[in-house]
């Protein structure tokens, strides 16, 4: 190998490095939580997020939509529809890169059902928390 070529493989390398240092985090692809749940996601062109949700304890995929902000370690909110129920579920997190160069997704999320009543609205909401690792 030349000179020149060394070169030229030494600054692709800085710029790898750099960019790799930025820790730019991805939302799109295949996620996994540790209690099994799936989510699949993907950006469209207008910049919105679609996909799919797969809780560990449901056999169908149910849609998913959402919005996020640009950036490095972007923030996002999801709203997942409940195809089999009436509950809706909505997930809001951030992006981040991890220091061996992997990628989590850290949300917190509510699980909605409908109240007969309004006084029983107190007892209609779940709230949780679930870290998200690539599939």
Known sequence: MTLRCLSRVTLFLLVALAASAQG?????????????????????DNGTLTGSYQSSSSLPKFTMV??????????????????????????????????DGGMTLVTLWILRAPAAKQTDDWQTSRIGAATFMRN
């Open 24 to 44: 730019v985090c991805n939302l799109s692809g295949h996620w996994r939580s540790a209690h099994g749940t799936l989510l699949e996601i993907n950006l469209t």
């Open 66 to 99: 959402g919005v996020h902000q640009h950036g490095n370690q972007p923030t996002f909110a999801l709203a997942v529809k409940d195809s089999t129920s009436v509950s809706v579920r909505v997930l809001s997190g951030q992006c981040y890169t991890t220091p």
